[in-house]
């Protein structure tokens, strides 16, 4: 068995990317909910995920060569990382409380009954 938990193979799938952004947006929820309000924890897990996306590009080699493939992968990076953050938040919230009623806020329950 490999002493690696996660590796490039790994990271280069959905699972894996969406495993990352996870784990790197748990380990930092603390110090970003102290600097900044709730709601920058996801623009942080979206920051997260852009990172990594660039990151396996640059790996793979996406980076190099004509502006236009250059573009394109970049292109193809930013709409996987929404996916990629989308699942992960997701996945975070079903994990730590499945069982969890979300409220909605008076102001809003009111209008829709009015």
Do not use: C, H
């Amino acid at each position: 068995m490999s002493p690696e938990y996660i590796t490039m193979d790994y990271l280069a799938t959905t699972a894996g990317m969406v495993a990352a952004v996870t784990l790197l947006t748990q380990f930092f929820k603390g110090t970003i909910k102290r600097i900044f309000k709730d709601a920058t924890v996801r623009l942080a897990a979206w920051i997260i995920a852009f990172a990594l996306q660039v990151f396996m590009l640059y790996v793979n080699g996406a980076l190099v060569g004509e502006t236009r493939a250059v573009v394109e992968a970049l292109g193809s990076g930013f709409l996987n990382s929404v996916v990629v953050v989308l699942a992960a938040t997701g996945t975070y919230e079903t994990l730590s409380d499945p069982m969890a009623m979300k409220e909605k806020p008076p102001m809003v329950v009111k209008k829709l009954y009015q």
